[in-house]
């Protein structure tokens, strides 16, 4: 069996993984980083083709970008690449607040982060210079800034101009909503071009962790290993430290052993516990870092609900479909109020009315008579409102193995179960009920009409399974992310999160990554 | 077995849109002339986009179909995943149902092309309910070809724009620049 050895072993392609090679690398130019990816590799020049079958067709702009096989209950993304989810992503950077990290203080509901704020506030500035986000300062000052936005915010779309115009009328302010995408030519990438499909970013405007890792794969600072999937961590004979990751080639099935000095889970909210799970061994019978029992467990994630309205504006869909406006006004609770904390977002609505092919009295529509019919009754412009509201997951929100379910190699596949604790279930109608009139004080200042209502049937933006804390009777691993059962085993980015605050996670994953960064290169011994 | 018969089929009825058309004229000299594409297009289409557009519409529909891959991947979505493939060529019945409107037209007393508009349409629109299509669909799916054809016009950057008469050009890669600007009408209406 082929052995790799390297000082530090990363074990996911995603975003984190690119964050923390990155890092490693410039303080410790050194080290033998190795990335094992279990996806493939996607190639720049594929996207603009790709782009383009997934136009014309809807065929999957990154084919091949799962694992057919590889497959987990309760799971809100298949993507498994050189990229990971980030490949996809709409590249929104939003960060939470301190009240995400202070729940416990503030409210007496579930739990503190063991991080301080503004320790967190200075990796976000570090997190939005790495991905390169362009975005305006928020107007409450609890969202204050130590550093400006990298990059001017992009410009408001006409579509988001007349929203702004409307929405700005019920009082609640709106703004841009940072993304990783260039307004000016950054870091070896194009400005944007308004491709408008920032699923697939024909140009590479958009930051995705492919090119991190093509340019540490240039500079040769890394070793990346993809269609690799590693199936167990091996623990030494006598020490509570790892040693070696199996793996096994997916395109020859050749197994493959990675040693290392540090090994690091940056696989994500499912896989990084699922590898610790099926890791177990005598001394740890219930899986590696697991002396808790609280590996897969606190799995979270945020709810979310949401209406489509009609208003009296010309609105074009698809002059930047991903781009939207947000509001933070409800990040923050009063703590002399009943608990209810949300953010706040509006888009064009990127589909539209319907052609019809008769009307009401049956006669056929084609030719001319089509667009006349249509444009009779899609005189307003049409919106989309949406709201992510702040749960906090049970201990038994759980991600667990599931016998019935296995991969070729007769792994079993994890199954994940979202479970709320007490306080958010006594507090769940309550905080719709709040998002509800926030919705109605929007539609009701400038007479726009509600087309329908929805609520989330997943939690999205997940994360948990390995929480942080400073006791290790209660959380998986420490604050940089070291599991408090395994000296050289770190999680990092999503699992370790306990609670996923009300808006979207990325930053918020990777500023977490680059803390653990300088705590992986200041402890290591070469 | 099953499998072979059902490639012949789809081969059968798709090969048409493949071949020159001198070919599909021999290929069907002893049936019914279908209905052609462009002829479909003419009475389907909106008149105001001028015969030059209509006729580029249709070619770029065949286009379309020329295309096409069944079976290949598509997204696995996000929220509730699953493993889709892209279902096969819509185009399977297309030739049967041209060939229906040609017969359709004789009925009427002439061919298709000799019948004027609002007969065509007529026919056209027969066939439609017969296939129990109430709206466009968002994407061309076997269940008509006129539907297909005009699902496959209004879900282009092209159809869009014309349907809102205005330059949205979403398909393009725009730059930042213009975005705040309220997209321009078309040029005379295309």
């Not at chain 1, 996911?12 to 690119?18: E, F, L, M, S, T």
């Amino acid at each position: 069996m082929p052995v790799h050895e390297s000082d530090v072993c990363i074990i996911g392609g995603g975003i984190v993984g690119a964050m923390l090679a990155e890092k490693l690398a410039e303080l410790r130019p050194r080290l033998g980083i190795t990335i094992l990816e279990a996806g493939r590799t996607f190639g720049l020049g594929e996207r603009p083709t790709n782009r383009q079958r997934s136009l014309e067709y809807g065929e999957n702009p990154w084919p091949g970008d799962f694992i057919h096989d590889q497959a987990a209950v309760g799971q809100i993304s298949r993507t498994m690449a050189v990229g990971g989810s980030a490949l996809h992503w709409g590249g929104t950077c939003n960060r939470f607040s301190e009240e995400d990290l202070r729940l416990n203080s503030m409210y007496g509901l579930y739990v503190d982060w063991p991080i301080e704020w503004l320790e967190l506030e200075r990796f976000y500035c570090e997190a939005e210079r790495r991905l390169g986000v362009s975005g305006e300062p928020s107007p409450f000052p609890g969202d204050k800034r130590s550093q400006p936005y990298p990059m001017a915010a992009m410009p408001i779309t006409w579509n988001l101009q007349q929203l702004k115009d409307w929405a700005d009328k019920s009082g609640i302010p709106f703004q841009a909503t940072p993304q990783a995408k260039n307004t000016i030519p950054y870091d070896g990438r194009p400005e944007c071009l308004r491709c408008g499909t920032c699923d697939i970013c024909p140009t590479g405007a958009k930051y995705s962790p492919d090119f991190t890792f093509r340019r540490l794969l240039a500079q040769k600072k890394i070793t990346l290993h993809d269609n690799t999937l590693v199936r167990k961590l091996v623990l030494d004979e006598s020490k509570p430290v790892i040693v070696a990751a199996q793996a096994v080639n997916r395109q020859t099935n050749e197994r493959q052993e990675y040693r290392a000095r540090n090994f690091v889970l940056a696989s994500g909210y499912t896989w990084s516990s699922h590898l610790l799970l099926l890791s177990a061994c005598s001394r740890f019978p219930n899986g590696l870092a697991n002396r808790s029992g609280l590996v897969g467990k606190y799995m979270n994630g945020h709810a979310f609900m949401g209406v489509f309205v009609e208003l009296d504006a010309a609105i074009y869909p698809g002059m930047n479909p991903d781009y939207g406006l947000i509001s933070r006004k409800f990040f923050r609770c009063p703590q002399d109020q009943p608990y209810a904390r949300h953010d706040l977002r509006i888009w064009e609505n990127p589909s539209r009315t319907a052609l019809r092919l008769h009307n009401e009295q049956g006669k056929i529509l084609l030719g001319d008579d089509v667009i006349r019919d249509w444009r009779q009754r899609a005189r307003g412009g049409t919106a989309r409102l949406r709201a992510y509201y702040d749960v906090h997951p049970a201990q038994n929100s759980e991600l667990t193995l599931d016998p019935a379910s296995r991969n070729q190699y007769g792994d079993p596949m994890p199954k994940i179960e979202h479970r709320f604790d007490e306080a958010t279930q006594t507090s769940l109608t309550r905080t719709k009920k709040q998002i509800s009139d926030v919705f109605a004080q929007i539609v009701r200042a400038d007479n726009a009409k509600v087309l329908n209502t929805f609520e989330g049937r997943y939690l999205d933006h997940p994360a948990g399974g390995c929480r942080m804390g400073n006791d290790a009777e209660v959380s998986v691993c420490d604050s940089y992310g070291r599991t408090h059962d395994h000296e050289n085993l770190f999680v990092v980015g999503a699992p370790t999160l306990p609670n996923a605050g009300c808006t979207n996670g990325t930053l918020t994953f990777v500023a977490l990554t680059l803390r653990s960064a300088e705590k992986i290169a200041q402890e290591i011994h070469l | 077995m099953q499998r072979r018969n059902f490639f012949k089929g789809l081969l059968a009825s798709v090969l048409p849109f493949l071949l020159p058309r001198w070919t599909r004229v021999q290929a069907h000299q002893a049936a019914v002339q279908p209905v052609t594409m462009h002829e479909l297009a003419r009475a389907v289409l909106p008149e105001s986009l001028g015969p030059k557009r209509i006729q580029e519409v249709a070619d770029q529909f065949e286009n379309w179909i020329r295309n096409y891959k069944p079976t290949a991947e598509m997204s696995c979505g996000y929220g509730f995943t699953r493993e889709e493939a892209t279902p096969p060529s819509p185009a399977v019945h297309y030739v049967d149902q041209l060939r229906q409107l040609a017969t359709a037209a004789e009925a009427e007393g002439a061919p298709f092309t000799k019948l004027d508009g609002a007969m065509q349409r007529g026919l056209v629109g027969r066939a439609l309910a017969a296939a129990g299509l109430e709206r466009i669909p968002s994407r061309p799916d076997g269940k008509h070809v006129a539907a297909d054809l005009l699902a496959c016009f209004y879900s282009s950057s092209d159809g869009e724009d014309f349907l809102y008469n205005a330059a949205i050009e979403r398909a393009a890669c725009r730059g930042l620049q213009s975005s705040s600007e309220r997209p321009a009408p078309l040029k005379d209406g295309v």
